[in-house]
């Protein structure tokens, strides 16, 4: 694996050695280069948690992917440029039922920097475009939201806001234990195949703008969200290539992906 050409593929260009300002451009690089979807799953390619398959994926053939993919490629580039980091597992929240998913049901990163320690995640649609400082009970301001971060004893939550000093939208739930690639191997199963699972249920391709917004492709229809807000744009079935083309870099469609 390259990493030249993984930089190159996230539009970086800058200093790599590990700083904290060279980590939140490569995290927006990501997120706004990358997109988080689900067609694999939809056009019946079968996902393996395999580091060497994500980048053939993701850099080679300018391909998207879920959070095992996203996070587990990202989490190599920042280990192998020299930055202290981690995976750990989360349980998303579903915002309907306000239930958590099961264990493992999400990878994210933790990087430890100058003493310091921060989030990150690439692989999370409608998530914050920098990294977040792992404090507890501080409102964290970006463009596209607040993002707040809690903790009861060892589980933390990510909570989106939409006002200074009110209680928000909880994203996600975390620990800070250190998981392997292959401890997710399961639940990356169950989201291919899984009724229940988000994946399974919903085709869609959503990519994160340098202004905040979110871009997203779902069931004949293109969303715009900024925070809580959303507008959406009817599709034409004879629209949706050029549309994953030309909005999110995807170059792989089927017809299933409807």
């Not at 099961?102 to 003493?115: E, F, S, T």
């Given at each position: 694996m390259d990493v030249s050409?993984?930089?190159?593929?996230?539009?970086?260009?800058?200093?790599?050695?590990?700083?904290?300002?060279?980590?939140?451009?490569?995290?927006?690089?990501?997120?706004?280069?990358?997109?988080?979807?689900?067609?694999?799953?939809?056009?019946?390619?079968?996902?393996?948690?395999?580091?060497p398959l994500f980048y053939d994926k993701i850099v080679r053939r300018h391909r998207g992917g879920f959070c095992y993919e996203l996070n587990g490629l990202f989490l190599w580039l920042l280990q192998t440029l020299g930055f202290g980091a981690k995976a750990v597992a989360g349980r998303v929240r579903n915002r309907f039922t306000g239930s958590?998913?099961?264990?493992?049901?999400?990878?994210?990163?933790?990087?430890?920097?100058?003493?310091?320690s921060f989030l990150c995640d690439v692989g999370f649609g409608g998530g914050f475009l920098e990294p977040l400082e792992l404090k507890p009970d501080t409102e964290q301001i970006q463009k596209g939201g607040i993002f707040w971060l809690g903790n009861k004893g060892e589980i933390w939550v990510l909570e989106h806001r939409e006002v200074p000093g009110k209680e928000g939208r909880p994203l996600y739930q975390f620990t800070l234990e250190e998981k392997k690639l292959d401890d997710f191997a399961d639940m990356c199963l169950y989201h291919q195949t899984s009724p229940s699972s988000i994946f399974t249920r919903k085709s869609f391709c959503s990519l994160q703008k340098e202004d905040g917004r979110r871009l997203t492709y779902m069931g004949w229809r293109l969303i715009s969200t900024v925070g809580e807000k959303r507008t959406e744009t009817a599709l034409q079935s004879s629209e949706i290539p050029a549309i994953l083309r030309e909005k999110f870099g995807e170059l792989r469609w089927c017809a299933a992906t409807r």
């Open positions: 050409q993984y930089l190159l593929r996230i539009g970086y260009q800058g200093p790599a050695q590990p700083s904290l300002e060279t980590l939140r451009r490569l995290h927006r690089c990501h997120l706004s280069s990358v997109p988080f979807d689900s067609l694999s799953i939809h056009c019946r390619e079968p996902i393996t948690l395999a580091l958590y998913g099961p264990p493992l049901d999400h990878m994210v990163i933790l990087v430890q920097l100058d003493g310091r």
